[in-house]
């Protein structure tokens, strides 16, 4: 009687374990499939419960940044409290296996010194004893699984804990695939937001400078790689008035260059319903009030208006929290700014003001937007307004497509290495 119980019972761990060895495989399928990253995590966990026949589980996933372990997935208990707890290498079980990236098996944790009792307090749940796995992809730690109070007040086996460690292993490899896929995927988001932005900025960018008497005329966008909501236009109000307008609105990729159709909707209804009675005091402040009404008060812009009259060489100009325009007249050995106007648009209702200049021939006006000063090289040293005012005094007498291209140039050999990081706008008027 005593063999045959023997056998009976050699069959029965037989079969549990054939069960625990195809629930495994089970396991190690579906999390080969591909899945949003949190849906992974909480599979995990509800999978170590099952195969281990434990009362609760828990993943914690390591901050490099940070050398620190978070709860990310907790099944079990009433530790939802934890999720927000940081738990530093060498701290509590986890924390230990976490620094010396090895397993253990506790069956009795109140007796181990390495056990912290305050998450059992914080809890209000009692752990009795655990198997606590490091998570090692390419001999980097991912995270650490535990598995907590066997069913049954049963110790936890070392066949138990060889499993665990087989779905650790399984486990790190999965997490960091999805993690990949998710840099992936942000990535190409990234790109097609950026492909878009750049879209939308060039549609409402003119497409060739209008002709007008009397001056010469350069303009030139360079978008960075991150693009900005930098923008400008000309028009032609009548046969001798002609509007220059150039903004810098706040922020980065589609919702900068939303804005720059914002501004490019008001521009061309504001032209259609007063192109016989322009005010430009008017029309600045009519727009400052629209931005104002139509967007959040995180969205704003730092625009210039430059009214110029062909006829009698005046140029009106309105800064509205701009980068200060240049003058320089002819003959000349230092730059004018042109500053006059008010605050930024879109951010407060008040008054602005104007300022008119006469202007004569071979006299200079560059406006920009702050890619020029701000850019940077590797050391991040900004190129600086210093730098920017004496290219334009020095080469003065250059052509504005010549001067221009001097700028530009010396910009990029002043970056070096370092990327462009910011939309770039250069206008070069001359008066014949």
């Given at each position: 009687?005593?063999?045959?119980?023997?056998?009976?019972?050699?069959?029965?761990?037989?079969?549990?374990?054939?069960?625990?060895?195809?629930?495994?495989?089970?396991?190690?399928?579906?999390?080969?499939?591909?899945?949003?990253?949190?849906?992974?995590?909480?599979?995990?966990?509800?999978?170590?419960?099952?195969?281990?026949?434990?009362?609760?589980?828990?993943?914690?996933?390591?901050?490099?940044?940070?050398?620190?372990?978070?709860?990310?997935?907790?099944?079990?208990?009433?530790?939802?409290?934890?999720?927000?707890?940081?738990?530093?290498?060498?701290?509590?079980?986890?924390?230990?296996?976490?620094?010396?990236?090895?397993?253990?098996?506790?069956?009795?944790?109140?007796?181990?010194?390495?056990?912290?009792?305050?998450?059992?307090?914080?809890?209000?749940?009692?752990?009795?004893?655990?198997?606590?796995?490091?998570?090692?992809?390419?001999?980097?730690?991912?995270?650490?699984?535990?598995?907590?109070?066997?069913?049954?007040?049963?110790?936890?086996?070392?066949?138990?804990?060889?499993?665990?460690?087989?779905?650790?292993?399984?486990?790190?490899?999965?997490?960091?695939?999805?993690?990949?896929?998710?840099?992936?995927?942000?990535?190409?988001?990234?790109?097609?937001?950026?492909?878009?932005?750049?879209?939308?900025?060039?549609?409402?960018?003119?497409?060739?400078?209008?002709?007008?008497?009397?001056?010469?005329?350069?303009?030139?966008?360079?978008?960075?790689?991150?693009?900005?909501?930098?923008?400008?236009?000309?028009?032609?109000?009548?046969?001798?008035?002609?509007?220059?307008?150039?903004?810098?609105?706040?922020?980065?990729?589609?919702?900068?260059?939303?804005?720059?159709?914002?501004?490019?909707?008001?521009?061309?209804?504001?032209?259609?319903?007063?192109?016989?009675?322009?005010?430009?005091?008017?029309?600045?402040?009519?727009?400052?009030?629209?931005?104002?009404?139509?967007?959040?008060?995180?969205?704003?812009?730092?625009?210039?208006?430059?009214?110029?009259?062909?006829?009698?060489?005046n140029l009106l100009s309105i800064n509205a929290g701009h980068?200060?325009?240049?003058?320089?007249?002819?003959?000349?050995?230092?730059?004018?700014?042109?500053?006059?106007?008010?605050?930024?648009?879109?951010?407060?209702?008040?008054?602005?003001?104007?300022?008119?200049?006469?202007?004569?021939?071979?006299?200079?006006?560059?406006?920009?937007?702050?890619?020029?000063?701000?850019?940077?090289?590797?050391?991040?040293?900004?190129?600086?307004?210093?730098?920017?005012?004496?290219?334009?005094?020095?080469?003065?007498?250059?052509?504005?497509?010549?001067?221009?291209?001097?700028?530009?140039?010396?910009?990029?050999?002043?970056?070096?290495?370092?990327?462009?990081?910011?939309?770039?706008?250069?206008?070069?008027?001359?008066?014949?």
């Open positions: 009687m005593a063999t045959h119980s023997t056998i009976e019972l050699n069959k029965h761990d037989y079969v549990s374990l054939l069960k625990r060895i195809k629930f495994f495989q089970n396991i190690i399928h579906e999390l080969s499939i591909h899945k949003p990253l949190q849906e992974l995590l909480d599979q995990i966990i509800t999978a170590s419960k099952k195969l281990l026949d434990s009362e609760a589980a828990s993943l914690l996933l390591f901050n490099k940044e940070e050398k620190a372990l978070y709860f990310h997935t907790i099944a079990g208990g009433t530790a939802t409290t934890l999720k927000s707890r940081a738990v530093n290498l060498g701290e509590g079980i986890a924390g230990w296996v976490a620094e010396k990236k090895e397993s253990l098996i506790i069956n009795d944790c109140y007796s181990d010194p390495r056990f912290n009792k305050s998450f059992d307090i914080s809890t209000g749940f009692y752990t009795r004893n655990m198997i606590c796995v490091p998570m090692i992809n390419k001999n980097e730690l991912v995270g650490v699984i535990q598995s907590i109070n066997k069913k049954n007040n049963e110790p936890f086996s070392k066949e138990d804990l060889q499993l665990f460690e087989s779905l650790s292993a399984q486990c790190a490899i999965a997490i960091e695939n999805e993690r990949l896929i998710e840099i992936e995927l942000k990535a190409q988001q990234t790109k097609l937001e950026l492909e878009t932005a750049y879209k939308i900025q060039k549609r409402f960018l003119p497409e060739k400078i209008p002709n007008i008497n009397n001056i010469d005329i350069s303009v030139r966008l360079k978008s960075a790689k991150e693009v900005g909501g930098d923008y400008f236009t000309v028009i032609k109000i009548d046969d001798a008035n002609t509007l220059f307008f150039v903004a810098d609105v706040s922020g980065k990729s589609v919702p900068a260059a939303l804005i720059v159709s914002t501004l490019y909707s008001f521009l061309q209804f504001y032209f259609i319903i007063r192109k016989e009675k322009i005010d430009p005091i008017d029309m600045v402040q009519s727009f400052n009030r629209f931005l104002i009404s139509s967007t959040t008060p995180d969205k704003f812009a730092t625009a210039w208006f430059g009214f110029f009259n062909s006829e009698s060489k980068n200060p325009i240049y003058l320089l007249k002819n003959g000349a050995e230092k730059l004018s700014k042109l500053s006059i106007g008010g605050l930024m648009l879109g951010n407060i209702d008040l008054p602005y003001s104007s300022e008119t200049v006469s202007l004569q021939e071979n006299d200079l006006i560059v406006f920009y937007t702050d890619g020029i000063p701000e850019a940077m090289n590797s050391k991040q040293e900004e190129f600086g307004e210093e730098k920017f005012e004496s290219l334009i005094l020095t080469n003065k007498n250059f052509s504005p497509d010549n001067l221009s291209k001097t700028i530009f140039d010396e910009l990029k050999n002043y970056r070096g290495e370092a990327e462009q990081s910011d939309d770039i706008i250069l206008g070069i008027l001359r008066i014949k």
